[in-house]
């Protein structure tokens, strides 16, 4: 278990190109591009969602994960959120892992009620190009998140755009926060388009479902 400490950025399309120049300058290196494919998981009641936590189960390059979060504050587009991330042996949730893990923090209660009654909800997939920046002595991974939020609803398929810029603190660090908003400020002045964005994709998610 961790504290998940990120600034998510909404990026304008149009500035994408702009993005990827920017952080290839500040680091002098390519970009390293990934492809990450994600389904989330509630009860057909949204229990999760209901319990302010998300549960998702990710294809990665290294294979599969799944994750739980519990959706903690987010102000100015820096969210903090608990997080227990753990491989699977395949395209399954293992949700007895997860409550194992979760209960040696004794958070596991609302992930505990739902377990017999996820379903799958929507989707989250998309490109990561990811850059390893250090800043003030901090690690940051900084990322550019382009793709799609999908979700079945009636027969219909529904979609909504990912195109974000994601800075993640990689580690323990008093003043990380000051940290990235440092580098979101950076980023501002370079990018005049960016906004904060307090919504993650997992909320984005479930609106889109709801419509």
């Known amino acids: 278990m961790g504290i998940e400490r990120e600034i998510k950025l909404a990026l304008p399309q149009d500035q994408v190109a702009a993005a990827l120049r920017f952080f ?32 998702r189960l990710r294809r990665a390059p290294q294979g599969w994960l799944q994750t739980f979060k519990t959706v903690g504050q987010a102000k100015n587009g820096l969210h903090a959120r608990h997080e227990w991330e753990i491989p699977v042996a395949g395209e399954a949730l293992e ?3 997860l409550l ?5 923090a004794g958070v596991s209660t609302a992930l505990s009620a739902a377990a017999e009654n996820l379903i799958p909800l929507f989707r989250t997939d998309f490109t990561r190009t ?20 999908t979700a079945d609803v009636n027969g219909q398929t529904r979609r909504a755009p990912i195109c974000e810029i994601e800075l993640e603190l990689k580690n323990a660090k008093d003043d990380g926060e000051a940290v990235l908003h440092a580098l979101a400020d950076e980023l501002a002045k370079a ?3 960016l906004a904060p964005d ?14």
């Open 130 to 149: 990811l850059w390893a920046l250090t800043h003030e002595g901090a690690q940051v991974e900084a990322a550019v998140d382009q793709g799609e939020i």
């Open 95 to 97: 949700v007895e892992k």
């Open 24 to 55: 290839e300058a500040r680091t002098g290196v390519a970009g390293h591009a990934i492809r990450l494919e994600n389904l989330y998981f509630d009860t057909p009641e949204l229990a999760l969602a209901r319990a302010k936590s998300a549960l």
């Open 198 to 211: 307090d919504i993650s994709k997992a909320q984005r998610g479930y609106k889109l479902r709801e419509g």
């Open 100 to 104: 194992h893990e979760c209960d040696e």
């Open 191 to 193: 990018l005049p388009g």
